[in-house]
């Protein structure tokens, strides 16, 4: 997949005006970052971290992992962030949609 793809991808996912909470991936599995101010990033920022790793040379990867996740990783893996939404993360996952 080209970066411009991921990018067109990503900004599909990524609602700019919504909260997403941070996680590292470290050896002990995901965690969140100890300064609680970097536990959380807008839209807009996560649009531009995303930018930013797509157009590093070499580029990083960006992917949707999961359920409203969407995970960013360095060209040699080591820096790994997921993301997800903080507003359904406190409210827990809505009800399903019919078929799902």
């Not at 996560?46 to 040379?57: I, S």
């Amino acid at each position: 997949m080209s970066p411009d793809h991921d990018y067109a991808t990503a900004r599909r996912l990524i609602d700019p005006d919504t909260n997403y909470t941070v996680l590292l991936h470290t050896d002990a599995g995901w965690t969140p970052p100890t300064d609680p101010d970097h536990q959380e990033v807008s839209g807009l920022d996560l649009l531009l971290a995303v930018r930013r790793t797509l157009r590093a040379q070499p580029a990083g990867r960006v992917e949707n992992t999961g359920r409203d996740e969407l995970a960013i990783r360095t060209h040699d893996g080591r820096l790994w962030l997921r993301f997800t939404d903080s507003t359904r993360l406190r409210n827990g996952p809505g009800p399903s949609a019919p078929g799902r």
